[in-house]
């Protein structure tokens, strides 16, 4: 392709993206827009959580053959250390209060 | 929220919502609609805007939010059955200048071949395409200038072969 029609073509494109917001308006309706994200904020987080959930099991389901037993163990491992460090400090945590 | 950071918030969303939707309307493929898209960003800025620091400039800070959104949503919706929250708020209407029948199948092609490229080459360009200095650039992709420029000539050879059939 030569240079000259490459720069065109690019400038095409150019515009092309510059126009591509042209067609639709959009009007904030700023009185309402902050209350109406704070009430939506719950359910949002709960979908976005739910979302990762099913993007995680579905990840792991293509993907748990591929992981060794010595990686299963480890992770067993991390596991019941996490889970004795938290044990711990929520019995500090009862005894403070 | 106090009032003052209330009108900053707007006024941030007032100056950028074109380039937003622009981003929005590019990953936008059926049947995600790019209002979708667009009023997931928007929530994500509110749900950020604590956390701004204002280390960075506030269209970089916007720019990656819009991208990082806008990337992941497919796989997303499609968990989520296309279920969004609308917010009334946030009005979208035809205007005047409504595109003709070829400038939609121009922009179409525009977007069959972005999507060509991987998540990091697609960013690269929709900013390129929007003005930004590779200096710009480098601070959303967390790249280097060099390694942009270097980049777009890979990214500007794909998109040229793709779509100068397309234009013609």
């Known amino acids: ?97 | 929220m106090q009032k003052q950071e209330e009108q900053l918030f707007n006024q941030i969303l007032e100056d950028n919502k074109t380039s937003i939707y622009r981003i929005c309307r590019i990953y936008a493929v059926s049947p995600i609609e790019p209002q979708d898209l667009f009023q997931e960003v928007i929530f994500h800025i509110w749900k950020s805007y604590s956390t701004f620091k204002g280390k960075s400039n506030i269209s970089t800070w916007i720019y990656k939010i819009a991208l990082n959104v806008c990337n992941r949503s497919k796989m997303q919706f499609e968990s989520l059955n296309n279920k969004t929250t609308r917010l009334e708020s946030i009005q979208f209407k035809l205007s005047e200048t409504i595109p003709d029948e070829i400038e939609e199948i121009k922009f179409k092609a525009l977007r069959e071949c972005i999507s060509l490229l991987n998540a990091v080459d697609g960013s690269i360009v929709i900013l390129h395409l929007d003005e930004l200095p590779y200096k710009e650039i480098a601070a959303i992709t967390d790249l280097t200038e060099n390694h942009i420029a270097v980049k777009m000539k890979r990214i500007k050879k794909i998109l040229l072969d793709c779509i100068t059939p397309k234009l013609k």
């Open chain 1, 1 to 97: 392709m030569a240079k000259q029609e490459q720069g065109e073509t690019w400038q095409d494109i150019k515009e092309i993206w510059g126009n591509s917001s042209l067609g639709e308006k959009i009007n904030f309706q700023f009185s309402t827009l902050i209350e109406e994200l704070k009430a939506n904020t719950s359910q949002w987080e709960k979908d976005a959580i739910k979302s990762d959930m099913t993007k995680l099991k579905s990840s792991w389901e293509q993907y748990k053959g591929n992981v060794s037993q010595w990686e299963k163990d480890s992770i067993s491992k991390d596991v019941s250390k996490i889970s004795q460090l938290l044990e711990k400090f929520l019995k500090k945590l009862k005894r403070k209060k």
